[in-house]
């Protein structure tokens, strides 16, 4: 995928935690396209269950995950974690558009997740003010020009989306959460960094139900 200029990549999710498949996708993000990529935690998610770490104990994973990357053009945006109100992604593209208008926005999702897009909030409106890039993950969503033909199929503006196949390994946070309740070790799915974080807060052992009846705000 040929460099665009001015441009920023925007990767977001919920991180919790971030494992070895985010660092993937970043690196990968990086080598396609040569750009920028910002990563953004989402605050309160719409579409699934609270996060079981808090705000900051993500922002502060997702700063130690990166960290050994030693790359600048890989930043973080706390820009949803510091919203009272569930994050939306049109939103967050506008507020980021509106801070950097000489920058364009490259929203970079998983074949996964591009799917659902006909269900986000104001689709229409985002995809006009990104251009898409469907990432592809070996054994994880439909392949990407599927998504891109169901997703053209229902006329959303997708003027330049394009699709790369990126190849990172297939790890599963819920599957990493419901481990370390369990007690077990999941140092070879997480950035050491990460999993040293983890250990030394107690983050996970609870099973949901228990951490997610004593969470506060």
Not at 193 to 215: D, F, K, M, Q, T
């Amino acid at each position: 995928m040929p460099a665009v200029s001015a441009a920023t990549v925007f990767f977001g999710g919920t991180f919790d935690p971030p494992h070895l498949g985010h660092l993937s996708v970043i690196r990968g993000l990086r080598q396609q396209t040569g750009l920028p990529v910002l990563v953004v935690p989402t605050g309160e998610p719409v579409h699934r269950s609270s996060p079981r770490a808090s705000r900051r104990q993500r922002a502060e994973m997702v700063a130690l995950a990166i960290q050994p990357l030693g790359d600048p053009l890989v930043t973080i945006s706390q820009h949803e974690l510091e919203q009272s109100q569930p994050g939306y992604t049109v939103d967050t593209v506008q507020w980021l558009r509106s801070r950097t208008p000489e920058r364009s926005v490259v929203l970079a999702l998983g074949s996964d997740v591009a799917v659902a897009l006909p269900g986000w909030k104001d689709v229409g409106r985002l995809l006009e003010q990104v251009r898409l890039l469907v990432f592809e993950r070996p054994g994880v969503g439909e392949p990407g020009e599927v998504v891109l033909g169901e997703l053209r199929r229902l006329r959303l503006p997708l003027e330049g989306a394009e699709v790369v196949a990126i190849p990172a390994p297939v790890v599963d946070a819920t599957g990493i959460r419901d481990r370390l309740a369990r007690g077990e070790d999941c140092s070879d799915l997480l950035p050491p960094a990460v999993s040293r974080y983890i250990g030394a807060h107690g983050l996970y052992r609870n099973p949901p139900e228990a951490a997610n009846s004593s969470r506060a705000g």
